[in-house]
Each structure stands twice: as C-alpha cells, then as structure tokens.
C-alpha cells in the first residue's frame, strides 16, 4: 500500500532526473568521440565528472561568501552590482572551482599526452559541474526547467569547458617545451577567458527579467557555433605534445614549478 502512494512521486523524481541527465550525457559521449588520437581511459574521466560534482560545492561555498561581502558594500539595485555579481561572485567561484579540481586531477597524469585532452579533461568537469546542477534545478523546478536548461546553461557550461580546455591544452604543451612564462600565460587565460564569456553569459540572461532576450539568443548561437568550431578543428588537428609521443619524450613532462621533468 505503501509503494502504491509513493509509487507516482518515485517515478516523477526518475523523470526529472533523467531529464536533468541525459543532455549532459549526451555531450559527454560526443566529446569523448571527438578525441580521435588517444582516447582517455574511463577511470580518469568518471574521476574527472565526479571532481566536477565536488567544484559544486566548492563554487557555491565561494558564492555565497562573496555575494554576502558584496551585498554589504554595493547597492543592490545598480549596474555595479549585477556586473560583479555575475563576473566575480559566480563566473570566477565556478570557473575557478572548475580549474581547481580540472589541475588536480590531470596536470600531472600520464595520458596528458595530447592536444585534445585538456580539451577533453575540462569538458568532462565543466558536464559534471552542469550535470550536478541541473539535478539541484529541475528538483527544485520541474521538467520545464529541465528542457530550459537542456538547450541553455547545460551546453552552455561545455562551452566554458571548451575555452578553458583549449588554454589548458596550450599551457600543458608549453610547459613540456620548457617555456613555462607561456605556461603560465595560458593557464591563466584558461580561467579568465571562461569567466569572461561565463559572466557575459549570466549577466545576458539577466537583460530580460521576463523572459529570453533576443541578445542572449543571439550570445548563445554565436558561442555554439564557435565552441563547435573549436572542437571539430583541434579535433582534426590533435597531436601530440611537442609533436611527439610519450615514448619519445621517454615518458618525461615537465613540472610548472620547477622547470624539470617529474
């Protein structure tokens, strides 16, 4: 008897989490698809979706620090406001949280060998940062806030991962050429990078308290279109670092820190 009045909510909950799912799934296999050279093994990337779980709680412990400090000094109604909240309480909390875990977890592993991988790495975190997310919001607000998010903050999370992961990529090589001023350049522009176009894409939102805005229409095609561009090219040109395979290198990368292999 039990069963049979649960039984509704049960299957509800399962509905709504699967639709919260399935779109970050989706993205997850086209990536791991696109690395056409060396695929990752899928003990390092469930490790990287789980990570990108953890970056929730992370960003959201940032966030609420920062917009509580910012709401105490900023007058709420102003442009002032809504810029820093959005570029600097959200977009460097989440972005950052993302990096964090995305560096721990890959910068010194050995299948960080190719071009596309740190394309791939930061994908999977940016999915499961967004996975995790979506769950959070279509508990809390149904199925139509999953389709919403399906086609918005859901590819729009991957799209941060793809510009993070591309720097990420070219710090990597650069640090195994030994030129870690470059290294260092690039890693960070794979944090601000995604926090500029993850602060656009919040405060875009945000231009039409009543619904979708054809600016944030127009923000979102424009960053498919070039993420997608992105994706397919340093797919189709994917290498290895420094134009050689581990074996060549006698499986030696170079350290960020201290300018020698490890």
């Known amino acids: ?3 049979f009045l649960v039984s509704p909510f049960l299957t509800y909950n399962a509905i709504l989490i699967a639709a919260a799912v399935i779109p970050a799934v989706f993205l997850l296999i086209r990536v791991y698809r696109s690395d056409r050279l060396e ?15 953890i970056s929730t709680q992370i960003a959201l412990l940032l966030e609420r620090i920062s917009s509580n400090i910012l709401y105490n000094f900023v007058d709420y109604d102003t442009t002032l406001y809504r810029v820093l909240l959005y570029f600097v309480c959200v977009a460097v909390s989440e972005e950052g949280a993302k990096y964090f875990v995305l560096k721990r977890n890959t910068w010194r592993s050995v299948e960080f ?12 975190v940016s999915l499961g940062f967004a996975l995790w997310e ?26 941060f ?4 992961g591309v720097f990420y990529s ?5 640090s195994c050429r030994g030129d870690i001023s470059k290294s260092r350049m690039f890693s960070f522009l ?6 500029l176009i993850h602060g656009a894409y919040d405060y875009i939102a945000t231009i039409n308290a009543e619904g979708i805005s054809l600016y944030f229409v127009a923000f979102i095609v424009v ?32 350290d960020d820190d201290n300018n020698g292999p490890f």
């Open 1 to 3: 008897m039990f069963y």
């Open 39 to 53: 695929k990752e093994t899928p003990v390092l990337l469930g490790r990287l979706v789980l990570a990108g779980i």
């Open 113 to 124: 060998n190719c071009i596309f991988d740190g394309l791939v790495y930061a994908m999977f």
């Open 134 to 159: 979506n769950i959070s919001y279509v508990m809390h607000y149904g199925l139509t806030n999953a389709v919403v998010r399906a086609f918005t903050a859901i590819p729009g999370h991957a799209c």
């Open 161 to 164: 991962g793809v510009f993070m």
């Open 170 to 174: 070219a710090s990597k090589m650069y």
């Open 190 to 195: 794979s944090v601000l990078v995604p926090v």
């Open 223 to 254: 960053l498919f279109i070039v993420s997608n561009m992105i994706i397919k090219n340093l797919s189709a040109n994917d290498r290895y670092m420094d134009f050689r395979s581990p074996y060549e290198q006698g499986g030696q990368f170079y």
